[in-house]
């Protein structure tokens, strides 16, 4: 149990366009979800907390209308990054804490996006 | 907000020795405490975790152990095989917060 999934495990797209990147939660519903982004060699840092049907709170400097998260469903946070440049290459990955009241969180497999 | 610090950057250790990773957090509320393992490209993958209410947890040759006072807390591996070689993370959280993690130790297992 407790599986969460994301799509698409890889991207490339060119400077000025838009990405979507979808994360699931397979299994179990999460009314929240935190997007992590980790630049290689570096540590996962948190990005923004999704929450089903509200807005996303934005960690400190990062941008809320060039990422923009969606969470529409108690399954289904999106991270769009728009207008992506070169620096915006990562590692993204999102997570959901479990629903049993344990703090363990489940980890998406992650996207790799290359913006050339 | 909280922060975590981890030590050390970069350990190697022969086949068969132990290997020791430390992590110290500031929050004082937090009480939540994973370790993590990722290998390249690849999701975190947890191996251990300890709550603030257990000073120590084992799990064969994985063990962490937990000192709340002074606010750190430590990975043990006894008996390192190669395949233990990837990078390790530490981590905290106050229950379903997000975690914030250490900046990670990379582990080489030399046979």
């Known amino acids: 149990g407790a599986v969460v999934s994301q799509h698409p495990s890889w991207v490339i797209c060119k400077s000025g366009t838009s990405v979507k990147i979808e994360c699931r939660s397979l299994d179990f519903q999460a009314t929240t979800m935190f997007w992590y982004r980790q630049f290689p060699k570096q540590s996962l840092m948190l990005m923004a907390t999704s929450n089903e049907g509200s807005k996303a709170t934005y960690e400190q400097g990062v941008e809320k209308d060039k990422f923009l998260i969606n969470h529409a469903s108690l399954t289904l946070s999106t991270l769009t990054v728009t207008s992506a440049h070169p620096e915006d290459s990562s590692f993204y990955i999102c997570s959901a804490p479990g629903t049993s009241g344990f703090p363990e969180q489940y980890f998406g497999p992650g996207t790799r996006l290359t913006v050339t | 907000g909280e922060n975590v610090e981890q030590h050390p950057s970069t350990l190697s250790v022969q086949e068969g020795d132990s290997a020791v990773i430390k992590c110290t957090y500031s929050?004082?509320?937090?009480?939540?405490f994973p370790w993590y393992k990722q290998e390249l490209g690849k999701r975190p993958q947890l191996i251990i975790d300890?709550?603030?209410?257990?000073g120590e947890k084992k799990d064969q040759r994985i063990a962490v152990t937990l000192n709340k006072t002074a606010k750190h807390f430590s990975l043990h591996i006894t008996e390192t095989q190669p395949e233990d070689s990837a990078v390790y993370f530490c981590?905290?959280?106050?229950?379903?917060?997000?975690?914030?993690f250490g900046k990670g130790t990379r582990l080489s297992v030399i046979a």
């Open positions: 981590a905290a959280s106050k229950g379903n917060t997000p975690l914030v």
């Open positions: 300890i709550r603030s209410n257990v």
């Open positions: 929050d004082s509320a937090s009480n939540y």
